[in-house]
Nanobody, 123 residues
Framework: VQLVESGGGLVQPGGSLRLSCDVS????????IAWFRQVPGKEREGIAV????????EYADSVKGRFTISFNDAKTTAYLQLNSLKPEDTAIYYC?????????????????WGQGTQVTVSP
């Protein structure tokens, strides 16, 4: 089981990025996929989660209305669309899978973790 994040980069405030989370070793059918972010020296923050069974979603208040989580039909890749980016969105972004398929955003409920992808929002 492996999760690989990609799509990060340097973007100006107000810009957009789309992050990808490629899952190998299993199809995340009946899993929930979540995105997290972490700034060095701070705790990891859960920001978005989606149930693969009914596509229901949950977002942290800090990203609600700006970020959108989704997945492809094959349920092998999850996405996080980041719009209206702000400097405070700068962080390493991670994805993870929850076999319980619950809409949980607490990082302690997860444990697979990819290597992360860096998002930097700066003029």
């Amino acid at each position: 089981v492996q999760l690989v994040e990609s799509g990060g980069g340097l973007v100006q405030p107000g810009g957009s990025l789309r992050l990808s989370c490629d899952v190998s070793g299993f199809s995340f059918d009946d899993y929930a996929i979540a995105w997290f972010r972490q700034v060095p020296g701070k705790e990891r923050e859960g920001i978005a989660v989606i149930s693969s069974s009914d596509s229901t979603t949950e977002y942290a208040d800090s990203v609600k209305g700006r970020f959108t989580i989704s997945f492809n039909d094959a349920k092998t890749t999850a996405y996080l669309q980041l719009n209206s980016l702000k400097p405070e969105d700068t962080a390493i972004y991670y994805c993870d899978a929850d076999y319980a398929n619950l809409l949980r955003l607490d990082p302690t409920d997860y444990g697979l973790w990819g290597q992360g992808t860096q998002v930097t929002v700066s003029p």
